[in-house]
């Protein structure tokens, strides 16, 4: 009898333990992704929301790599000691660049979540808006904007054919009036002008610039950078954290607007203004200047001072900075440095805090505009006024009608690109590469009081006016 | 010390006295086998004492020996006999030849061992009595010049940091080469390489190799992939290192205490400047207490080992402290139940610097030219380094803990007499806190923020947890026909880990404290990788005569780590060994006389790496940007994902001469790596991450040889020394159609896959001289191969009396390295040593990266060891040793750095590690060591 009732219960036992009811006990085999799945962010409420912001969140990934890259290819930075792009600086643009490769890549990363957005994300959620689409389609075209911008062809889709920059201004500015359509912001019309006006377009810039202006004379489309989480902003720590390897230095001519990024908080990084009103006040000017209407252009240049001076100004400790960090002393670093002529272009950093314009600031004065007595000079003021308002913004190497290449992996992979095709050419207008070495080069000598740079790149710039590469309204 | 001293000569004196007036005569006569062959080489010693000689080649011996004194005979291979001296002074004896002697049991981690001549494949084993005499503190340390085919590359001489281990060539680009680590049939964490979370330090990442208990250990196994890991499957393809501790031994108790003291220095032999070991080297001492006990009845065994360690490095920052104990036991339960249990623990307590990739690192800064050439620096400026280099390394606060628990359960039960059933069950947990506290002090002093700045202190700190279980239950059966036996092995095993990080991210902070509680801005992260795999092997190894061998076996392997796509893998192995030196005819023809051994083996088998878990899903992520909620695209996900495959052939001859006083090995193996996992680069239009595949080749091939020989054998003298050759081919032999990809290094210096390289190898820029006198820069050139392609190691061992001196040394070469701190000073203009003028400032270093290139050829002696034995002439001690040890006393390499470097290289968690950049961290430093110890 006893031995029946153990077998009857360690049968019990057996049976039991394979059932359900024991498996979280005898299933070694479960495991489980804590990751998010598709399903968890399609279909969801809010979903469409979240997307955007993870959007704008590509949108300052994309800056971080397009900024070093334009930044040092112009002559606004020099690279003294830096483990960021080592051949920019010198316009050596390869189709081997991984940081070329990288920007192709944000670039095209912004596109497909925008597309993922618009086609997928956003259908999907109840709570699904004509704001948010209007969003969506603005960076879908802002990605083609940056096409355009820094590169002589792009695929739009996953291995596709390449479209070339001035296709890629057409699909943005496509993109950038259905989200005018949906929902009008001044930096959708700006965005658009921008891209009307690298395509010499004068007339459909300046009606956009205008556009812009009705909706705000002021407004400012900033990406941000989270110095928490991340993304942070990668120029911030070229131009003035000092905690990598990295030193950006400025032309002296552009030291009193450096760094335009500082310290901010420990949450957040001094954030780009990527899209801004003084854009629309040059792009009206210069339209007036080439047009012969120098009076005009006069009071444009004026509406652009008075922004300016509306603008923050940062007041910021700036002593670690040094001019220039590994070799201090080697760059001029004092108020009474003149440089090319002019005075009050360079700051003491040592000392007292210094004020540096975060979203712009100019050298510019009334005396100057009112003193314009033709049109090359009032191009290369505005061309001056042009690199200053934008340093740091990657503007510069696009107004000196330098291209970026498709790189490498795109090539090997991508059907419709082989090496030697014209995207994978670097396009730099004759007369910048041949004063590629003097770009960033400066005459001084410590303590001398006195600094030239070897050109002034404006002249050079505005002396080839009439060459497509550069000043589209020429 | 003097009346220490005299305390010692006197005992020594009467010792001498008592030997003096022993009644000796002498005896002599001939040690023969059963079959009459004489030994040469066979010990004969007086039973109780230390006075003992060998037999000469025709096996015979002279010792002088008083009547009632017992000798005793002892060959490898043969039963030990014991003859009293009585009136006779010749003695012959004939010894027996001892079966279980003989064949060294090999533990293959399934079944129950096997033994050695039954196996077609070469294991290194290292004893417990090698890793005994080491000052060792790792595993890889003891690893290192011990094991004859292994490449160990410490990358650091930070404290837990860790080496890069290799056998038989990169087989994989999706995972460090590190073996899988076995402890009594336990898998362990063998994670070699920064964390997915880990700290940030700028380099010189920590291992979990570093706190594997080393006491205790009787034997380690170094299995080094192909065939002879065809059975542990899953991630075996990198080779298995086995090991096994003690459980005690039936007898009379041993118990003994070591004390170890030694001091720790900075090598210069590496440095461009000495300047810098001026400012950052200080050298330490080391401090290690060892204890152990070991004994047992018949039904009862038992082992305790234990130690205490603490050094404080060999500069200004590093300290560590080490607590462990093991214990280890056997019990009879019953008739056929036997049951054997281990235990270790490791408690492990150090803190870093700062290294390599960041300005924080002082010695990178040093070395890597950001103040100049150091030498040229007046005398006030470099005291001003000084300075400002003391006051950074008292505010460096970078440190870890790590708490490990590994417990192992072994039952054998013998169902009949000649079949076994053997179920292990075990589980190895290891808890980390790396935390780095950036203060604004540290900040200031470093120059990174303005003085003055009090809200700026950075807190970091990751916490990991590994939990591993593993169970394996298996029955082995042996039969015994005439001319035929058979081992049969069949058996089930599965592994669990699971791998879960915690990060937490503190700024905003003042000074003052390390808890997150006081930052103001506070960020968290998680990471967790989990992975089951299971599986049903068998062997089937069938003795033929005795003398061959056939082995067929086969793994059936399934890993959650899969897509969904895909099924389970089959894994077979098959393996021939011919023992031809046991044929009878063999023995009996003269061909015995010249070689004594002769086996020759052959065997194929397939074993697997998978890739990280859950790399197979598709995922989105949602980030935390500026307090919102943000959904990004994540992994693009494979679900046609499956583990990558290595096919290996290998064929060897071991030759015993002389007796087996010189015994010679030699393989070849060659192993391809099918559908291995490559993470190419997408295709940048994509805008997708790049997603790990299934579609590369890689070929590894390459020779094999050992060479160990007894050189003297003689009644005072004994010398023995082994060398190692090992040469191995890598290719990538396909890349599946993708653009090459970067694996390591730097964006336009760096370690690629590509297809008719070297996997890893270095690529960049070079500058060549051309008929005109310019240089022409080619894009794209192969620098060279990281992996040295010729290896070995070499030891030497002699022992006069009771006095023993060893050394171990390691070689390499034909490989590749960047110096990336001399690349780093010619960027900064201040070294342009070899660099022809053409280029120096004319054009960018990354435009002829081949001039900061080097052979990573290096010749280093590990270890210089000597001890002396007392025996127990200190009574109460039965033995008291007394060792000094120089770790890392001499090295000869190519260039002026150290090739075993590499500060930024194996960042990634579990990563490849190509090894390929020499930078910004100290070598291993110079270790004097002295023990003492007592065994009563």
């Keep these: 009898m006893k031995k029946f009732i153990y077998i009857n219960i360690l049968a019990a036992l057996i049976v039991s333990s394979c059932t ?82 990288d920007t192709q890549f944000r670039i095209a990363r912004l596109r497909e979540a925008a597309l993922f957005g618009l086609e997928t994300v956003g259908p999907a959620d109840v709570n699904y808006n004509t704001e948010t689409e209007a969003e969506y389609h603005f960076f879908e075209g802002l990605s083609y904007l940056f096409s355009g911008m820094y590169f002589s062809g792009l695929p739009q889709e996953e291995l596709g054919p390449i479209i070339s920059s001035d296709d890629n201004y057409l699909s943005a500015i496509e993109s950038f009036n259905q989200a005018i359509s949906l929902n009008a912001k001044p930096e959708y019309h700006l965005a658009k002008a921008r891209a009307n006006y690298y395509l010499g377009d004068k007339v459909n810039a300046v009606a956009s610039a205008n556009s812009a202006l009705a909706l705000s004379n002021d407004f400012i489309r900033f990406a941000n950078f989270d110095a928490a989480n991340g993304p942070t902003n990668t120029m911030e720590s070229a131009l003035y954290g000092r905690a990598t390897f990295d030193d950006f230095q400025p032309l002296p001519t552009l030291d009193f607007l450096d760094p335009k990024y500082s310290f901010l908080s420990a949450s957040e990084d001094a954030p780009v203004a990527y899209l801004k009103a003084e854009e629309a006040h040059l792009i009206l000017a210069e339209a007036d200047i080439t047009d012969g209407n120098l009076s005009s252009a006069q009071m444009k240049m004026e509406d652009l001072l008075n922004l300016v001076s509306t603008r923050e100004v940062r007041n ?94 795109e090539i090997l992979q991508n059907p419709n690109v082989s090496e030697g095709d014209p995207s994978t050419v670097p396009v730099i207008p004759s007369f910048i590469s041949s004063i590629v070495g003097d770009l960033d080069k400066i005459n001084y000598e410590p303590g001398s009081g006195t600094a030239t740079t070897e050109i002034d790149l404006n002249e050079i710039l505005v002396a080839n006016k009439s060459s497509d590469a550069v000043l589209p309204f020429n | 010390m003097r009346s220490k001293f005299t305390w010692l000569l006197s005992l020594l004196m009467v010792i001498a006295f008592q030997f003096s007036y022993a009644q000796e005569k002498t005896i002599t006569g001939t040690v023969t086998d059963q079959d009459g062959l004489p030994l040469p080489g066979a010990s004969v010693r007086i039973k109780g004492t230390s006075t003992g000689t060998q037999t000469d080649f025709d096996g015979n011996y002279t010792i002088n020996a008083s009547t009632g004194e017992v000798l005793v005979f002892s060959f490898v291979g043969q039963k030990t006999e014991e003859k009293t001296v009585g009136a006779a002074s010749v003695i012959n004896i004939a010894l027996e030849q001892d079966a279980q002697a003989l064949e060294e049991v090999i533990v293959t981690g399934q079944g129950s061992g096997i033994q050695k001549k039954r196996l077609s494949t070469t294991v290194d084993v290292i004893d417990a009595e090698q890793i005994d005499r080491l000052p060792a503190t790792q595993i890889d340390q003891i690893l290192q010049s011990n094991a004859p085919s292994a490449q160990i590359r410490l990358s650091s001489g930070q404290p837990g940091t860790a080496a890069i281990i290799r056998t038989r060539g990169p087989i994989s680009a999706a995972s460090s080469s590190t073996p899988v680590v076995i402890v009594d049939g336990i898998r362990v964490d063998n994670l070699n390489s920064n964390p997915e979370l880990g700290l940030d330090t700028g380099g010189a990442s920590v291992s979990a190799l570093a706190d594997i208990p080393v006491e205790s250990i009787e034997k380690i196994e170094y299995i080094k992939g192909g065939a002879a890991t065809t059975l542990y499957g899953a991630d075996a393809a990198n080779g298995v290192i086995q090991i096994i501790t003690k459980k005690g031994k039936e007898g009379k108790a041993t118990v003994f205490y070591e004390g170890r003291v030694g001091v720790i220095k900075g090598t210069k032999d590496y440095l461009e400047y000495d300047r810098t070991a001026e400012a950052l080297f200080d050298p330490g001492v080391s401090i290690e207490h060892r204890f152990g006990i070991n004994g047992g009845s018949e039904k009862f065994t038992y082992n305790f080992g234990g130690s205490l360690y603490e050094d404080d490095s060999f500069n ?484 006069y009396k009771n006095f023993s001196l060893f050394v171990t040394g390691d070689y390499q070469y034909g490989g590749s390295i960047v110096d990336l701190s ?85 960042g990634t968690q579990n990563g490849f590690s190509s090894g390929g950049f020499a930078y910004g961290t100290e070598s291993a430093p110079r270790i004097f060591l002295t023990s003492l110890k007592f065994q009563f």
């Design chain 1, 20 to 101: 359900d009811n024991f498996d979280g006990a005898v299933d070694f085999t479960d495991v489980e992704n804590p990751n998010l799945s598709e399903q968890s962010v399609v279909g969801q409420p809010n979903s469409s929301e979240i997307w955007l912001t993870g959007i704008e969140r590509e949108v300052s990934l994309t800056l971080n790599e397009i900024l070093i890259l334009a930044e040092l290819g112009s002559d606004n930075y020099v690279n003294t000691q830096t483990f960021y792009s080592q051949f920019l600086d010198n316009l050596d643009i390869r189709t081997t660049d991984p940081d070329i490769r």
């Design chain 1, 316 to 409: 910021i400790d700036d002593n670690i900075e040094q001019r220039s960090q590994i070799d201090p002393g080697s760059r001029p670093d004092s108020t009474n440095v003149v440089v090319n002529g002019r005075s009050g272009l360079v700051l003491y950093r040592l000392g007292d805090r210094i004020d540096v314009p975060s979203v712009s600031g100019t050298s510019l004065t009334q005396s100057e505009i009112g003193g314009i007595g033709n049109e090359d000079e009032a191009l290369r003021l505005l061309y001056r006024t042009r690199q200053e308002i934008f340093i740091s913004e990657g503007i510069r190497f696009v107004d000196m009608g330098v291209k970026l290449v498709v790189t490498e992996n």
């Design chain 2, 316 to 799: 200004d920052v590093n300290e560590q402290v080490r607590r462990s104990f093991t214990f280890g036991f056997g019990a009879e339960v019953s008739d056929k139940l036997r049951y054997q249990g281990s235990f270790s623990y490791t408690g492990f307590e150090n803190t870093l610097d700062f290294n390599a990739n960041t300005s924080f690192s002082r010695f990178s800064n040093f070395e890597g030219g950001v103040f100049g050439d150091l030498n040229e620096l007046s005398d006030a400026e470099w005291q001003a380094e000084i300075e400002r280099s003391d006051a950074i390394a008292p505010l460096v606060d970078i440190n870890r803990k790590i708490n490990r628990f590994t417990a192992s359960n072994k039952f054998t039960y013998d169902i009949t007499g000649n079949l076994q059933a053997n179920a292990t069950l075990g589980v190895d947990y290891r808890e980390s806190k790396d935390e780095e506290v950036d203060s604004n002090a540290l900040q200031i002093a470093l120059g990174s923020i303005p003085e003055g700045t009090t809200d700026q202190a950075f807190l970091s700190r990751v916490l990991r947890s590994s939990f591993t279980t593993t169970a394996d239950l298996n029955f082995t059966h042996s039969y015994d026909m005439e001319n035929f036996s058979f081992v049969s092995i069949l058996g089930g095993q599965f592994f669990r880990s699971s791998d879960f990080q915690n990060r937490l991210d503190g700024s905003g902070g003042v000074d003052g404290t390390s808890s997150i509680n006081n930052f103001s801005i506070r960020t968290a992260s998680d990471f967790l990788l989990e992975n089951a795999n299971y599986g049903l092997y068998f062997l089937e190894n069938i003795g033929i005569y005795n003398v061959a061998y056939l082995e067929l076996g086969g793994r059936l392997d399934k890993n959650t780590s899969a897509g969904e796509n895909t099924s389970a893998i089959f894994l077979p192995k098959i393996g021939v060994t011919y023992n031809i030196s046991d044929h009878e005819f063999y023995r009996e023809s003269g061909l015995y006389n010249a070689v004594s051994t002769l086996k020759l083996r052959a065997n194929y088998g397939e074993a697997t790496n998978f890739a990280q878990p859950f790399s197979q899903d598709k995922t989105f992520a949602l980030e935390s940007f500026l307090e919102q909620p943000a959904f990004r695209f994540d992994q693009p996900g494979n679900p046609d994902l499956v583990s990558e495959l290595v096919k290996t052939y290998e064929f060897g001859v071991d030759l015993g001469f002389l007796y087996n006083r010189l015994n010679f090995g030699v393989t070849y193996y060659n192993a391809t790596t099918e559908d291995a996992l490559f993470t190419p680069g997408a295709p940048p239009s994509s805008g997708q991450l790049n997603q790990i595949q299934n579609i590369g080749e890689i070929e590894n091939k390459g020779w094999e040889f050992e060479l160990n020989a007894k050189i003297l054998q003689g009644q005072n003298h004994n010398l023995s020394m082994g060398v190692s050759y090992n040469t191995n081919e890598n290719l990538v032999t396909s890349t599946g159609g993708s653009a090459p990809f970067n694996v390591g290094g730097f964006t336009v210096i760096g370690s690629w896959v590509e297809e008719g390289e070297s996997l890893g190898y270095l690529r960049g820029t070079i500058a060549e001289l051309q008929d005109d006198g310019t240089y022409a820069f080619t894009p794209n050139a192969s620098l060279g191969k990281t992996f040295a392609p010729y290896f070995g190691s070499l030891n030497l061992n002699y022992s």
């Design chain 2, 822 to 906: 001399f690349l780093l000073r010619v960027l900064r203009g201040v070294d342009s040593e070899g660099i022809p003028d053409e280029l120096f400032g004319q054009t960018s270093p990354f435009n002829y990266t081949n001039f900061v290139t080097f052979d990573n050829d290096f010749f280093k002696i590990r270890n210089i060891g000597a001890s002396y034995r007392f025996g127990d002439a200190l009574k109460p001690f039965n033995d008291v040793i007394l060792s000094f040890n120089v770790t890392n006393p001499f090295n000869w390499t190519a260039g002026d750095f150290d090739p075993e470097i590499t500060g930024s290289g194996i």
